[in-house]
């Protein structure tokens, strides 16, 4: 009952969404990460093929380490793992995606780890109301895209004891992160022009729900006025009923309206409508990675948690990503063909290499975070330039990539 009395509680003014946001940086204070990965699943006879979601939830093995099982509305695979240290929450998402990968091999699926669909046009399979309003506000072509043809990596990590220096760290590494992952630089068989084709995607949304969040050393104040500001997209009326808002009203619109306030479960739903590269939840989610091959996806998780929770990666982290925070579209075009950002991308690497002993990292992920560096970074040379070689080439190789025999 006390629940659903402070889900009624009336938002009145900028000082109750404050207490929201407040209320969103308060959260565990240990070192723990939460992985969330997303795959698109291909038909390994015929890639060009939308592979119906059933095909593939039919065949799902059980998840012993612990994932939950969701679908994106274009029938996108999610694991989400539980938090936990970082060696135990690489090792327990392993062995689920592992074991997924050996169920859809033996029915002729694949999983591959890329951050926008290279081959497939977008086609929606989810049909459910939120997702129905959703796509009316967002439109055509990129909210089809968005919803439909994007994969990512979600790193969720816990606030700390200073929430605020987590929440900065994640913001201003996040453009050389962005483009050291870069991995989605073709679309329908065509290079898209970005070495991060999700972000672009991303990029072309409503702004005022994508754009990274102005960090100005108050976090609290700084979500408060992005939530404030955010265009409002739906309204929650029931369970089955969602209504579009069209008018380009804000949540702050909302509340200086000559209309009933809104609820506390009404800016709470608000707030799941908003996806900026960062975002707080009682952790952080970091959302502005590509989906990376599924043999991969650690080294980006290492890297990312090495980098934001231990302290002296970070400092030297910092150090060299700062002069280049601001540079999110530069990295979602480019990639690591910056050189800024290529340079900046080394010393982060360098960085998380050394910190991940620290933090109890087995050797053979080490070696596989050298592997990727020596491959991708030292040479500015992002996965997504691998996929522009194979669609330069005729032949057969780009279809082998996505059911992951060429994917390394």
Not at 48 to 56: A, I, M, N, S, Y
């Amino acid at each position: 009952m006390a629940s659903l009395v402070a889900e009624e509680t009336p938002i009145r003014n900028a000082s109750d969404v404050e207490a929201f946001a407040q209320d969103c940086f308060l959260g565990a204070a240990g070192d723990e990460v939460g992985v969330e990965l997303e795959f698109l699943v291909f038909d390994r006879t015929a890639t060009g093929d939308q592979v119906p979601l059933d095909r593939t939830a039919d065949v799902l093995p059980s998840m012993d380490g612990g994932s939950r099982v969701t679908f994106e509305p274009g029938g996108q695979l999610e694991l989400s793992g539980p938090a936990g240290p970082l060696p135990e929450a690489i090792a327990r998402m392993r062995a689920d995606v592992d074991a997924t990968r050996r169920a859809l091999n033996r029915t002729g699926l694949a999983l591959a780890g890329v951050g926008l669909d290279p081959v497939r046009p977008a086609r929606r399979q989810l049909h459910l109301p939120r997702y129905d309003a959703m796509a009316e506000f967002l439109g055509l072509p990129y909210g089809a895209l968005m919803m439909c043809s994007t994969a990512s990596i979600q790193v969720n990590l816990d606030l700390g004891d200073r929430p605020s220096a987590r929440w900065e760290r994640a913001h201003r590494l996040g453009p050389v992160l962005l483009a050291a992952f870069a991995n989605s630089s073709l679309r329908e068989g065509r290079p898209c022009g970005w070495m991060s084709g999700r972000q672009e995607v991303w990029e072309n949304l409503d702004r005022t729900r994508t754009a990274p969040v102005q960090t100005t050393g108050d976090p609290v104040a700084d979500w408060a006025a992005y939530l404030l500001d955010a265009r409002l997209m739906l309204v929650r009326e029931d369970d089955d009923h969602y209504r579009t808002i069209r008018d380009g009203s804000t949540f702050r619109d909302w509340l200086d309206a000559p209309v009933p306030p809104p609820t506390l479960a009404d800016l709470a739903y608000h707030a799941t409508t908003i996806f900026p590269p960062v975002r707080p939840r009682g952790w952080l989610e970091i959302r502005y990675l590509d989906a990376q091959h599924p043999a991969n996806w650690p080294v980006c998780v290492a890297v990312t948690h090495a980098l934001v929770m231990d302290d002296r990666a970070a400092d030297t982290a910092l150090a060299a990503a700062e002069p280049y925070a601001g540079m999110w579209r530069e990295a979602a075009r480019c990639g690591l063909t910056d050189p800024r950002l290529r340079q900046a991308a080394e010393e982060c690497f360098r960085a998380a290499c050394e910190a991940l002993p620290r933090l109890g990292v087995d050797g053979a992920l080490a070696a596989q975070v050298a592997a990727y560096t020596d491959r991708h970074v030292t040479t500015g040379r992002p996965p997504a330039l691998d996929l522009l070689d194979m669609a330069a080439e005729p032949g057969p190789r780009l279809s082998a990539w996505l059911t992951e025999e060429g994917q390394a």
